[in-house]
C-alpha cells in the first residue's frame, strides 16, 4: 500500500509508519506471537468496513444497514469452524485478553476457583496473574512445569485438581514449547466436573496447519488470538460446543463489549480463506522444522534450551547457560536488528523485568521464506553477539549483514 493521502495530510504518522515499514523490512524478528500478514488481509483491515455500528450478531442487530456486514461475518465464522472442526464460533473479540475475559465471564462467577498454568512457567497473564483481571476476580491455583523436564506433568496437574477442586481448568500457553495433551486434561476435569478452557493465542497456526493436536473436539470452550501463527489481523475468536453458544455470544456482547470491529472481521475471513489453502499445511510444517533446527543449533553451541527442545514454533533459552541475563540479550540483539523477547524461565532466579531466558520463534520468519540454511545463519549471528556484547564494532557489523541478508526474504505486507 502506498499510504498516498496519509502522505500528504499527516507527515507525522506517515513518517513514523514508513520507518516501520523500514524497521520490518531490515530486520529479523524472532518474537514467536508476531507475524506479517498479507496485503489482502492489511487491505481488509483498511477498509470502509470500520465506518459501521454492527452490535449484536447475523440477522440480530441492534442497528440498520447490516446486511452486508451479515455476510462478512458469516464468511469468518463458516470458514472458522471448517478450520477447526468447531460447532460454534464467536470471531467478534477484539484481542486474546478480552475474549478470556468473556470466557470466564460466561462460565464463572467471581470469586470461583480456576487453575492455570503460572505465568514464569509459560502460562499468560490472562490465566491468572495477580495483576490482571483474571487474578483479581477469581481464586486461581497454578500449575507448574517439572523442574527437571521443563514439560508439565500430569500426574501433578491431576493431583492439584483433584485436591482444588476447581471450577475450571485452563491449558493452553504462551512460552511453552510442546504438545498439549488435551484428552488427559479433559479426563482430569472429568473427573471433578470442571469445565475445560484451552486458550490456543499461540499455536493456533500450528493447528489449523494439522501439525499438533486440536483441542476444539474435547474441550467445552476454545479461544485464540487471530494475530500470531493464525497469521490474520490483531483480534481473537472463540470457540465452543453448541450447548455453550448463547451463553458464549452473551458474554462477548452485550457482557463484555459493544460493537464489533467489522474491518478486522472482514480481515480475519481472508486470513481464515488463506489458511484454507492448502500452502497453510506447508507453512506450518516449515515453522516448526525452523523451531526444531534452531533448537538443534543453540544446543550444539552448549545453550540450555528449556524442556530440551521443542514441538512447537517457539523455544525459550536459559541464557545463565553462558552468564547472560535475558534483557541484555534482548538489547544486544536489538542492536543488530533482530527482535527478541526476554522471558522468565521455570523458577526463574530473576525478576521477570531482568529475567533469565529468551523466548525465539519462528512463525514471522518462516512467512518470510527462511528456511533451516537461514536458521543456522542466524543463529551464528545471536550467538555471536551474546559472546560480543559489549563491543558495538562487532554488533554494527552484523546489523549490517542482517539488514543485506532481509533484502533476499521480502515480507508480504508492504
Ligand atoms: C497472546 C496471548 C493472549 C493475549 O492476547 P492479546 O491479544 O495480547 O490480548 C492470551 N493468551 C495467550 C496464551 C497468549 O499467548
Known sequence: MDYKNLE??????????????????????????ENYVSLAVLESMGSVLTNKYSEGYPKHRYYGGNQIVDIVEEIAIER????????????????????????????LKPGDKVMGLKLDHGGHLSHGHPVNFSGMLYDFVQYEVDSKTGKIDMKEVRKIALKEKPKMIVAGFSAYSREIEWQKFKEIADEIGAYTFADIAHTAGLIAAKKMDNPVPYFDVVSSTTHKTLRGPRGAMIMCKEKYAKQIDRAVFPGMQGGPHDHITA??????????????????DQIIKNAQKMAEE?????????SDGTDNHLMVVDMTSKDIDGKTVEVALEKCGISVSRSTIPNDPNPPIKPSGVR?????????????????????????????RDNNKVLNQIQKEVEEFCQNFPIPSV
Do not use: C
Open 8 to 33: 500528504n495530510q499527516d507527515k507525522d504518522v506517515f513518517l513514523a509508519i514508513s520507518r516501520e515499514k523500514e524497521r520490518q523490512i531490515n530486520e529479523i524478528e524472532l518474537i514467536a506471537s
Open 80 to 107: 472458522a469452524k471448517k478450520i477447526f472442526n468447531a460447532e460454534h464460533v464467536n470471531v467478534q473479540p477484539l484481542s486474546g485478553s478480552p475474549a478470556n475475559a468473556a470466557v470466564y465471564f460466561a462460565f
Open 360 to 388: 525465539f520463534g519462528t512463525p514471522a520468519v518462516t512467512t518470510r521464506g527462511m528456511k533451516e540454511t537461514e536458521i543456522v545463519k542466524i543463529v551464528e549471528w545471536i550467538d555471536k553477539a551474546i559472546g560480543n
Open 267 to 284: 480481515a480475519k475471513a481472508v486470513a481464515f480463506g488463506e489458511i484454507l489453502r492448502p500452502e497453510f499445511a506447508e507453512y506450518g
Open 298 to 306: 543453540f544446543k550444539k553451541r552448549e545453550y540450555k534450551v528449556i
